[in-house]
């Protein structure tokens, strides 16, 4: 029976996390993940958990910390949001490489400088070639429901990789929704008795973590990673069944939404994804096919799928929440790999949107979409790359 | 020794054979060579605590001849050494000298 709360993005995925129960929680608090991880060390001091909590004096000392206890042999968590995820940098790749299936939420925001606190993707997409798989997620619920789904992927025998969960900072963490929740024994029915990999604690048979690999065998082993990366896809799929049958709730690799017929799309992350939606409907309602796509898994990116979802659109435009200074955005450069393997040649424009916490309002979404359509229809491309909603 | 191929290698580079470092002789990159003076030596077994590899092997509680194999020249063994009435019992010579 599900149970349903109104709670914050933050509030539901520190729910998720006790429901899992983990055995260690290495944390250090950044705006706007601090909440999450102060409501799960109250879990632990009021002994609603049996994890052990360590509190680090950085994000470089929680990862390496993380990354410890995992090999040790324990069901893992941290999360962590902007400056924090870039202080774990070098460490995030350790805990790639060395295949450990750390579960990390991520509090999307901005990254320094200037100082700034509110959401943006720029720490995520930051961290994209680190190794880790990501998961991002429009609203609570799908924060929610990603944490739980994210230990049955990050620990499978065939994959054993650590996964993000991305949400976005202060919209998604601080805004109060509707969550349905799981019961307590459905959720770690679900997530199962974490299996241990090569567990150090294993006196008995001794092994040793990170030797020094030259470059007689280093290609190899970086060519081991993009394999086990090319399978995770189908155990997200296989995942996401079975919490379907759990929850009633689906999900896949990306959403779809209204794009079977749609001659002109958008591509867009997280939150931003429910304003566009809503002012695709509009478009539709005045006869003009509209649709959106809304990225699940980012990394592994599964291009075949995307691409053939969009096969119809003649026109695209790649809304990303972050930015490559003198190059496209993130988003942007996925997309237009996926239509190159497609062979179709749609027009593919990128706008630059909700950088530090900038509102994307549905204008903006009806401002888009107009000028998908003028292109659709055959008028000029005014920029291939702009920036949305900032003062000239 | 054939190299592995990548589907062939241990998952995250993890090493399940205890003690195989055995097999990673490290002499090859020594530039000078520790040289044991047996008549100054108080048998302390600093030098084998000290040894970073398994140059120095122990016998019945006494140390015996370096194992070059593994002597990478670092010359610890060499500073900790405390001798006998001032005279080190290890001294550090040029290789190819
Ligand atoms: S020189 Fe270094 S490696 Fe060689 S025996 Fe002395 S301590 Fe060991
Ligand atoms: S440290 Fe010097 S004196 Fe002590 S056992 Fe080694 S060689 Fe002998």
Known sequence: ???????????????????????????????????????????????????????????????SACIGAAAGGGRVVT?????????????????????????MPVVNR???SPLNIHGDHSDAMGARDSGW??????????AYDNTIQAFRIAEHMDI????????????????????????DDEVKNFAGEYQQLYPLLDVDNPKSYGPLILPDLYMEYKRAQHEVMTRVS?????????????????????????????????????????????????????????????????????????ASA?????????????????????????????????????????????????DFMPEHAQMVISELDEIAKGGKIKTFKEYIGVRE | MKLKGWRELPLGAVVLDAGSAAEFKT?????????????????????????PDMAIKVKDGRRGEFDYDYCKGCGICALECPGKKGQKAIVMEEEGK
């Open chain 2, 27 to 51: 002499g090859s990159w020594r530039a000078f060579r520790p040289v044991w003076k047996e008549e100054n030596c108080i048998q302390c077994l600093f030098c084998w605590m000290y040894c």
């Open chain 1, 110 to 112: 901005a990254l320094s």
């Open chain 1, 133 to 142: 798989i990501q998961l991002w997620s429009e609203n609570a619920q799908e």
């Open chain 1, 234 to 306: 189908k155990f997200v799929l296989d995942v996401a069944a079975d919490f379907e049958k759990l929850s009633g709730r689906k999900y896949g690799l990306f959403e779809s939404y209204r794009l079977d017929d749609a001659e002109i799309a958008l591509v867009i992350l997280n939150s931003a994804a429910g304003t566009a939606k809503d002012v695709v409907d509009e478009f539709r309602d005045k006869g003009i096919k509209a649709g959106l796509l809304k990225p699940r898994l980012f990394r592994p990116f599964p291009y075949e799928e995307v």
């Open chain 1, 310 to 358: 969009l096969k119809s659109a003649k026109a695209i435009c790649v809304m990303d929440r972050a930015d490559s200074f003198g190059g496209f955005g993130p988003m942007y450069m996925e997309i237009a790999s996926a239509m190159m393997l497609n062979g179709s040649r749609p027009i593919l424009i990128n706008k630059i949107y909700g950088l530090g916490g900038r």
């Open chain 1, 160 to 183: 054993r990789l650590p996964v993000m969960v991305c949400l976005d900072g202060f919209i998604t963490s601080h805004s109060i929704e509707r969550i349905e929740y799981l019961e």
């Open chain 1, 1 to 63: 029976m599900a149970k349903i709360v109104a709670v914050t993005g933050n509030e539901a995925v520190a729910n998720a996390l006790r429901q899992v129960n983990p055995d260690v929680c290495a944390a250090y608090p950044i705006t706007p993940q601090t909440d999450m991880m102060q409501r799960f060390a109250s879990f632990v001091s009021d002994g609603k958990v049996d994890t052990e909590i360590i509190l680090v004096e950085s994000e470089h000392s929680a990862m």
């Open chain 1, 79 to 103: 999360a962590t949001s902007s400056q924090g995820l870039a202080l774990m940098w070098e460490m995030l790749f350790i805990a790639a490489g060395t295949r450990l299936p750390i579960v």
